[in-house]
């Protein structure tokens, strides 16, 4: 397996304090997709919101088969299938120290 750590960024530094009602229902299927990937593909470490002081992020932690890429699933999101803003930086861990 290789381990990827993605961040998202919100559509502006204010995000999400000021979170509008369609941001809310895209987050939410932004979630429901990344738990599928979790539960049904086992693709998924953790993910979700953090509250960092110079800006809030989501985080992303991905365990792919050698030869995956990151890519097209972060293409699938649907926050960023929205084209309203949202956009992923990711890169390959170095080294995953797992719970033994």
Sequence with gaps: ??????????PRPSFPVDITPEETALMQVHAKYWRAQMEEHKRVVVFGPVADPAGAYGILILQ????????????????????RGFRFDCAPMIQAVLPT
């Design 1 to 10: 397996m290789r381990y990827f750590v993605c961040k998202l960024y919100g």
């Design 64 to 83: 792919l088969p050698e030869g995956e890429a990151p890519e097209p699933l972060l293409h699938d999101d649907p926050v960023i299938k929205a084209n």
